[in-house]
C-alpha cells in the first residue's frame, strides 16, 4: 500500500513539473519572441557573410596600416632610443613612450588631416562625391606627406623590386603604385631614425667611457660603471631639456 502511495505522489510531481515547464515556455515565448539565425542559405547571404568578415579583418588591421602611413615609426623608435641611451629599461613605460608618440603623430599629420577632411571627408558626407572618390581624394595626401619624407634610393629601391613592366616607363611621380611608395617610406622612415638614434647615443657613450676610465684608474674594477653614469647622464639630460629638445627636433626633422 505504501508503495503504491509513493508511485502516485511521484506521477503527481512529474505531471506537476511538466505542467510547470510547459506554462514556463508559452510565457517565455510570448516576452521574448523566438530569434532564429540562418547560416548558410543562398549565395547572396555567403557573399554577405564574406563581406562582414572582410571588413572586420580590414578594421582590425587598419590602426597598424595608418600608423605605418605616417611620422608614428620615427617618433617611437627615437624614443625608444632616448631611453636605452640612458640606460633606463622601464622608464618612461611603454604606455607613456607610445601616447607621446601618438600625440606628437597627431600633432605633426594635423596639415595632412585637415587636407583630408576638407578634400574627402566634407564632400562625402555632403553627398557630393561618392564613396570610390573620397577614399582617391584621401589617399592623395598621405602620398604626398610619405613622398616627401621618402629617400629616392629606397623609392629606386622598391621600383625595381616590383618587377612592374611599368615602372621603367614612369613619367610622373604620382604614377607609383601606393604600396610601393609605403613600403619604401616606411625603410626610409627607420633609416632615417637609426640615424638620429646614433646621434643621440654618443653624448651619453662619452660619459659611460669617461666614467669607466675614472673608476679603472682608481681601481674599482668591480664597480659597474653604468651605476656611476647613470645619475650623469639623467642630471645632463635633464639640464639640457633633454626632451625639449628631442621633440622639437623630430617636429622639424619633417619640415
Same mark, same amino acid.
Given at each position: ?82 631611453? /636605452? ?40 558626407? /555632403? ?23 621618402? /629617400? /629616392? ?103
Amino acid at each position: 500500500m505504501r508503495r503504491r502511495i509513493t508511485f502516485v505522489l511521484i506521477l503527481i510531481i512529474i505531471l506537476l513539473l511538466c505542467c510547470s515547464t510547459a506554462a514556463y515556455a508559452d510565457r517565455t515565448d510570448t516576452i521574448f519572441p523566438a530569434i532564429s539565425l540562418d547560416i548558410g542559405g543562398d549565395g547572396s547571404n555567403n557573399s554577405d557573410t564574406l563581406e562582414i568578415l572582410f571588413l572586420i579583418t580590414v578594421i582590425t588591421l587598419l590602426p597598424s596600416i595608418m600608423i605605418m602611413m605616417t611620422s608614428f615609426t620615427r617618433v617611437i623608435i627615437v624614443l625608444s632610443f632616448v631611453r /636605452n641611451a640612458l640606460g633606463l629599461q622601464q622608464t618612461p613605460p611603454n604606455q607613456v613612450l607610445i601616447g607621446l608618440a601618438l600625440f606628437l603623430t597627431l600633432f605633426i599629420m594635423q596639415p595632412v588631416i585637415n587636407e583630408i577632411n576638407t578634400q574627402a571627408y566634407e564632400p562625402y558626407t /555632403n553627398g557630393a562625391i561618392s564613396q570610390k572618390v573620397a577614399l582617391e581624394k584621401a589617399v592623395d595626401p598621405l602620398r604626398e606627406f610619405m613622398l616627401k619624407q621618402t /629617400n /629616392n634610393e629606397d623609392l629606386r629601391l622598391f621600383l625595381n623590386l616590383s618587377r612592374d613592366e611599368e615602372a621603367g616607363r614612369l613619367e610622373n611621380i604620382s604614377d607609383i603604385k601606393t604600396n610601393v611608395v609605403i613600403a619604401a617610406f616606411i625603410t626610409s622612415e627607420m633609416k632615417r631614425a637609426f640615424t638620429i638614434g646614433f646621434m643621440i647615443f654618443l653624448p651619453f657613450l662619452i660619459i659611460d667611457m669617461v666614467v669607466a676610465s675614472v673608476l679603472m684608474s682608481m681601481g674599482m674594477v668591480m664597480l659597474p660603471p653604468s651605476m656611476i653614469s647613470l645619475p650623469f647622464k639623467i642630471m645632463l639630460f635633464v639640464l639640457v631639456d633633454g626632451w625639449g629638445l628631442i621633440v622639437k627636433s623630430l617636429i622639424l626633422s619633417f619640415n
